[in-house]
């Protein structure tokens, strides 16, 4: 199961803001339609869901008010039940799973030789990776300036204080790469049944020829894998972009969802939905675009 399944996902949802209902052990969070009483939900990164779920789930969104579930699994091939229509994805399509069962020797033979150099300079000029959970406020001051300086939307300050608050520990777990005792990189990783994930990370602008974050990746891949985990997921691949790239380095397996599918409950509203989210993504979009020029 995905951490964003678990209950303490739930529970952060919960107070974040979110209505959460359970069908079964799915777990729906819906989010307010901004100026109306109706709510929208999201099924995200759950098993296959068969015919009896859909019908479970369309029972509920009527209690609760919604217009539709984007329904996203978290399963690699199966086929989705009937009556769903393809729906915008929330998460990538793709994502880069690194396999933790192979050893170091294989781990690294696997990379290419510019992330074993990369991983290998920054030990030698001293960097060091550690997890510290009490750098969590070094970490929000790291990921806005990297949201500025990259032209990205994070989230925002309320949902990293409310995500740390009640994942610390349990699967959220803080690891920062330092220099002459500067923090240079922070990142979240998320440790759930037999995999990690790396779904938050942050970057200082300075010393950035020490390479930090190759070796945070190298250092949290290893640590995973000495806790007994089998896949470090490295959260996303988009084409094209920097952050993929980096990633591709260190020899992942790309591996492909089933895709992201909509259940309309109220087929007016729903459509206004659609449209509605349409126009804000080319809004931002357009505001992304302006940020980077």
């Known amino acids: ?36 009483p109706w709510y929208f939900g999201t099924l ?13 789930l369309r029972d509920e969104a009527i209690k609760v008010g919604g217009v539709g579930i984007r329904i996203e699994p978290d399963v690699l091939k199966g086929k989705m039940p009937d009556g769903l229509v393809r729906g915008r ?13 192979k050893s170091e020797e294989q ?5 290419h030789p510019k992330a074993r150099y990369n991983i290998r300079l920054a030990e030698k000029k001293g960097v060091e990776v550690t997890e510290d959970p009490g750098a969590f406020e070094k ?26 608050e009640t994942l610390r520990d349990k699967i959220a777990h803080l690891f920062v790469a ?21 779904p938050y990370g942050a970057s200082s602008d300075q010393h950035r020829e020490l390479q930090a974050p190759s070796l945070m990746l190298w250092k949290t891949a290893l640590w995973g894998k000495a806790r007994g985990n089998k896949i470090y997921d490295l959260w996303g ?21 089933v895709g992201t599918y909509d259940l309309i409950i109220n087929p007016l509203l729903y459509w206004v939905f659609r ?11 357009s505001l992304r675009h302006t940020r980077n020029s």
């Not at 995200?44 to 479970?56: A, G, N, T, V």
Request: glycine share 6%; aromatic share 18%; hydrophobic share 40%.
């Open 1 to 36: 199961m995905h951490p964003v399944q678990s209950k303490e996902w739930g529970e952060f949802r919960a107070k974040a803001g979110n209505k959460i209902s359970w069908v079964k052990d799915l777990l729906v969070v819906w989010s307010r339609i901004p100026q109306t």
């Open 44 to 56: 995200l990164k759950s098993r296959l869901p068969r015919k009896e779920d859909i019908e479970r």
């Open 89 to 101: 994805r929330f998460f990538t399509p793709k994502t880069f799973w690194l396999d933790l069962t």
């Open 107 to 111: 781990l690294l033979a696997a990379m």
């Open 139 to 164: 970490f929000l001051k790291l990921m806005k300036e990297t949201e500025v300086r990259q032209g990205f939307y994070a989230h925002d300050e309320n949902y990293f204080r409310k995500m740390w």
């Open 178 to 198: 330092k220099y002459q005792g500067e923090i240079l990189t922070a990142w979240i990783i998320f440790k759930y049944d037999d995999k990690i994930y790396y």
């Open 237 to 257: 691949v988009e084409e094209g972009k920097g952050f993929t790239d980096f990633k591709a380095k260190f020899g992942p397996k790309t591996v492909e969802f």
């Open 275 to 285: 449209l509605g989210e349409w126009i804000r993504w080319l809004i931002l979009g």
